[in-house]
């Protein structure tokens, strides 16, 4: 008898407790399913697939080892558990982004003086899209048919979903030659994927075509921002182009008068900052929302320890002098610590002893050239801390929640390539959404607009381009194999239609970014999903069923 799995031929032999398969299935830990109860546990224990979907916590050894499939009503319990868990991650994201992130990036965008749009295809879509560009090139064994899905399947939910979300919050026109920039060079992208993956081959010469596409991208956005500059005065700059404001702090400007001690109320002061509730909130808030406040109180309590704020709407632009201090040591140690660094040394010695040796001197000068009721002049270095610790902590909550979404996506038993496009895409794309939503709301919708092409077109372009130039280098003929599965063709069809679609909206409505706009793009969106779930459950034939031949003719 010859079954057919995963688009490969196996051949079983029978064995004493369950039928055996001479095709190793440590690259699907679905199936777990296919066992008896009792032998559940030990494969997901055993089985590499499966700890690929731990991050830090174990999510499906919890549902099927710790709880067991065989206590039904533990299990669902369980089950439910993990997507209150998944909420809380969601809860978490939106703070980091609302309260730190999104006063970082406008300062950062104040320092280097460059424009919201700008800042959205550079700085955003680098730290939206850097931390899952440096996973697929330190992984470029990783399973093919996954990666395309799970990649084509994020650049739809963020252009289609954000992107239209963002208009939807704060609707804004576009400057024609900008945006018809972005999604040329997205068109361009995609149509070359497919054309090169068509036969399930990438040579080195498509990698950098793809890589290079990226880089001439970047080239001709810095060019149109300077030339944008020289051709407007600074009073007219911001009739064209908004450039994110941030004022001093008169505290830093006008206020010259010394006080009598530089750490009076540094006690006080500090204790004030570090208090997760807000007094005029909590009185004015009902009971379920003081249940919310509590709930996210620990992990807010963690994020002001350890990342610090800038903030020109808040006082003393979010300076608190000793708190400050402490990020010089907590911020570097979290990061060495999340990364899983504290074994690594550096001539014999610990790198977190390092941190700590190399902090000590930084504290000490910060204590004795700053005072508590003023901002220093070096408060503005703090906002590069702060840009490390926010994409440090996107990073490490997304991918928990990638972790989460797919063991949910094992218990439904979601094949490879609609898990890639559904769930994984969402929990990659999370972080993206907190954020560029948090923008919208805070007035940066070009930044946020922005962001939603740029980030995806870097890890398409790098992070794929990368990838498999990195697999050819790994073979003999320098062409690295490439499947996209049942449902890549699906991704790439659909992802035309999302840029296309926008692209005529923007067309017929002068390139104006109206709320029709951004409600035409979620539903290009929705219909995607729908057809690609409608293939999934064999209703329709999606386009990209695998109808390869089996390999030995049979």
Same mark, same amino acid.
């Given at each position: 008898?010859?079954?057919?799995?995963?688009?490969?031929?196996?051949?079983?032999?029978?064995?004493?407790?369950?039928?055996?398969?001479?095709?190793?299935?440590?690259?699907?830990?679905?199936?777990?399913?296919?066992? !008896?109860?009792?032998?559940?546990?030990?494969?997901?224990?055993?089985?590499?697939?499966?700890?690929?979907?731990?991050?830090?916590?174990?999510?499906?050894?919890?549902?099927?080892?710790?709880?067991?499939?065989?206590?039904?009503?533990?299990?669902?319990?369980?089950?439910?558990?993990?997507?209150?868990?998944?909420?809380?991650?969601?809860?978490?994201?939106?703070?980091?982004?609302?309260?730190?992130?999104?006063?970082?990036?406008?300062?950062?965008?104040?320092?280097?003086?460059?424009?919201?749009?700008?800042?959205?295809?550079?700085?955003?879509?680098?730290?939206?899209?850097?931390?899952?560009?440096?996973?697929?090139?330190?992984?470029?064994?990783?399973?093919?048919?996954?990666?395309?899905?799970?990649?084509?399947?994020?650049?739809?939910?963020?252009?289609?979903?954000?992107?239209?979300?963002?208009?939807?919050?704060?609707?804004?026109?576009?400057?024609?030659?900008?945006?018809?920039?972005?999604?040329?060079?997205?068109?361009?992208?995609?149509?070359?994927?497919?054309?090169?993956?068509?036969?399930?081959?990438?040579?080195?010469? =498509?990698?950098?075509?793809?890589?290079?596409?990226?880089?001439?991208?970047?080239?001709?956005?810095?060019?149109?921002?300077?030339?944008?500059?020289?051709?407007?005065?600074?009073?007219?700059?911001?009739?064209?182009?908004?450039?994110?404001?941030?004022?001093?702090? %008169?505290?830093?400007?006008?206020?010259?008068?010394?006080?009598?001690?530089?750490?009076?109320?540094?006690?006080? =002061?500090?204790?004030?900052?570090?208090?997760?509730? =807000?007094?005029?909130?909590?009185?004015?808030?009902?009971?379920?929302?003081?249940?919310?406040?509590?709930?996210?109180?620990?992990?807010?309590?963690?994020?002001?320890?350890?990342?610090?704020?800038?903030?020109?709407?808040?006082?003393?632009?979010?300076?608190?002098?000793?708190?400050?201090?402490?990020?010089?040591?907590?911020?570097?140690?979290?990061?060495?610590?999340?990364?899983?660094?504290?074994?690594?040394?550096?001539?014999?010695?610990?790198?977190?002893?390092?941190?700590?040796?190399?902090?000590?001197?930084?504290?000490?000068?910060?204590?004795?050239?700053?005072?508590?009721?003023?901002? %220093?002049?070096?408060?503005?270095?703090?906002?590069?801390?702060?840009?490390?610790?926010?994409?440090?902590?996107?990073?490490?909550?997304?991918?928990?929640?990638?972790?989460?979404?797919?063991?949910?996506?094992?218990?439904?038993?979601?094949?490879?390539?609609?898990?890639?496009?559904?769930?994984?895409?969402?929990?990659?794309?999370?972080?993206?959404?907190?954020?560029?939503?948090?923008?919208?709301?805070?007035?940066?919708?070009?930044?946020?607009?922005?962001?939603?092409?740029?980030?995806?077109?870097?890890?398409?372009?790098?992070?794929?381009?990368?990838?498999?130039?990195?697999?050819?280098?790994?073979?003999?003929?320098?062409?690295?194999?490439?499947?996209?599965?049942?449902?890549?063709?699906?991704?790439?069809?659909?992802?035309?239609?999302?840029?296309?679609?926008?692209?005529?909206?923007?067309?017929?409505?002068?390139?104006?970014?109206?709320?029709?706009?951004?409600?035409?793009?979620?539903?290009?969106?929705?219909?995607?999903?729908?057809?690609?779930?409608?293939?999934?459950?064999?209703?329709?034939?999606?386009?990209?069923?695998?109808?390869? !031949?089996? !390999?030995?003719?049979?």
């Amino acid at each position: 008898m010859v079954l057919y799995y995963s688009g490969q031929f196996v051949t079983p032999r029978t064995s004493t407790s369950h039928v055996q398969f001479t095709f190793s299935f440590q690259d699907d830990c679905s199936y777990l399913h296919m066992l !008896p109860v009792e032998e559940q546990c030990e494969f997901v224990q055993t089985t590499e697939a499966c700890a690929e979907s731990e991050y830090y916590f174990n999510y499906v050894g919890f549902l099927y080892c710790t709880i067991g499939s065989d206590s039904e009503y533990l299990f669902d319990l369980g089950f439910v558990l993990l997507l209150c868990i998944c909420v809380y991650y969601f809860v978490v994201l939106g703070t980091t982004a609302d309260k730190f992130f999104c006063p970082t990036l406008a300062a950062i965008a104040k320092a280097l003086n460059i424009s919201e749009a700008l800042a959205g295809v550079t700085i955003l879509a680098f730290g939206n899209g850097s931390p899952d560009l440096f996973t697929a090139v330190a992984n470029p064994d990783a399973d093919t048919e996954l990666m395309f899905s799970e990649l084509l399947g994020s650049a739809a939910f963020v252009i289609g979903v954000i992107g239209g979300t963002v208009l939807l919050i704060q609707p804004f026109d576009f400057p024609p030659w900008c945006i018809s920039r972005d999604l040329a060079f997205f068109i361009a992208a995609i149509v070359w994927t497919t054309l090169k993956a068509a036969d399930e081959r990438f040579n080195l010469y =498509d990698s950098a075509i793809l890589i290079g596409m990226y880089f001439l991208f970047l080239f001709l956005v810095v060019w149109e921002f300077i030339q944008e500059r020289q051709r407007t005065s600074p009073t007219n700059d911001e009739s064209h182009e908004r450039t994110v404001n941030l004022s001093p702090n %008169p505290a830093s400007s006008t206020q010259q008068e010394t006080r009598p001690s530089a750490n009076e109320g540094l006690v006080v =002061d500090f204790c004030n900052h570090l208090s997760p509730l =807000d007094p005029e909130e909590w009185n004015k808030a009902g009971w379920a929302m003081r249940i919310f406040y509590l709930l996210k109180a620990p992990f807010l309590v963690l994020l002001l320890l350890t990342i610090p704020i800038v903030d020109s709407d808040v006082e003393r632009d979010g300076w608190c002098k000793l708190l400050n201090i402490c990020h010089c040591l907590t911020l570097p140690l979290l990061i060495v610590f999340v990364n899983g660094g504290e074994q690594f040394k550096i001539a014999k010695v610990y790198i977190f002893v390092w941190v700590i040796v190399l902090a000590l001197p930084v504290m000490v000068a910060i204590y004795y050239t700053s005072r508590t009721d003023r901002c %220093p002049h070096y408060h503005k270095f703090f906002t590069l801390l702060s840009f490390l610790g926010c994409i440090q902590v996107i990073y490490v909550v997304a991918q928990e929640v990638v972790s989460v979404l797919e063991t949910v996506g094992i218990v439904l038993k979601l094949s490879k390539s609609v898990l890639g496009l559904s769930l994984l895409a969402w929990g990659n794309s999370v972080g993206d959404l907190f954020s560029n939503v948090a923008l919208a709301r805070q007035g940066y919708g070009k930044m946020a607009f922005a962001a939603c092409f740029g980030g995806p077109l870097l890890n398409l372009c790098l992070g794929l381009g990368l990838t498999l130039m990195t697999k050819a280098f790994g073979v003999q003929d320098l062409i690295a194999d490439v499947r996209k599965g049942v449902m890549g063709e699906n991704c790439e069809v659909y992802l035309f239609q999302i840029l296309t679609t926008t692209w005529l909206c923007l067309l017929f409505t002068n390139f104006q970014g109206r709320r029709s706009v951004g409600l035409a793009m979620i539903v290009t969106y929705l219909m995607f999903l729908t057809f690609s779930f409608l293939g999934e459950f064999e209703l329709i034939h999606p386009y990209g069923t695998d109808h390869h !031949p089996n !390999p030995d003719g049979v």
